[in-house]
């Protein structure tokens, strides 16, 4: 755990109870009984997720601070319809980031939740991109391997650009921190043994069953999942750049 952990910790936990009564108030949303014990339980899970966090070193966290903090957002979400409290009406400005948030209570950044949550977050990105950056070559930056169907290159492609990575199709000689292979694919198994080595593996595919997660766990791949559960959400099986 570094100093830079426990401060956004802190600062996060400490944001939690001043964001969300901010943004009842400006929706003229009053904290009743129910809404009150929905942020202290709010407060109370994002504590816990974040204690997680500061146990698991930076280059295996799947999960940004500022996903976290949306993620403990769930149980205002689930007062506030218990309560009956209106929808943000079309055209009123908000924005739904999380598919299970009704009422877009979700922070699209980290500067809405005060200068010393900022500040924390943006030291934890610098921290996080310089302990990837160790992994990989540092003349190519970090850079995710692919061994997949053509159909499905485009959009791995997209994805990991879009979480700031380099891509290259494996096998490769570049320097890779994190591979993705298909399961399906002819040399998959040969893929993940050579790759274990020096990266993490995520294997995917779409008839993933209990004996392709042994066998491939067993080759040394950090993650074994069905597809429908890694498109779109590759950054909850990839370190986290910024």
Sequence with gaps: MTADQESIRRSFVDAYPRYVASILASRGIEVD????????????????????????????????????????????????????????????????IAPWDRYALSPGSSQVLGQSAKEAHIAWGLGKAQAVARYVDSTQGPTIGLLCTAGDLPALVAEA?????????????????????????????????????????????RSIDDLDQARFAALGASFVVDAGRLFGRLSEYVPVIG
């Design 33 to 96: 009984d129910v809404l009150a014990d929905a942020i202290v339980e709010g407060a109370s899970v994002l504590d816990g997720l974040l204690a997680t966090l500061e146990a698991t070193a930076l280059i295996d966290q799947s999960s940004s601070p500022l996903e976290l903090f949306r993620e403990a957002l769930r149980p205002i979400d689930r007062a506030l319809a218990l309560v009956g409290a209106p929808l943000p009406p079309p055209g009123s400005g908000a924005v739904r």
């Design 161 to 205: 650009e879009a979480l700031h990575y380099r891509t290259t199709v494996l096998p490769s000689d570049t320097g890779i921190s994190v591979a993705v292979v298909c399961a399906d694919e002819p040399d998959a198994e040969g893929a993940v043994r050579m790759m274990s080595q020096r990266a993490r593996v995520v294997v995917y595919g």
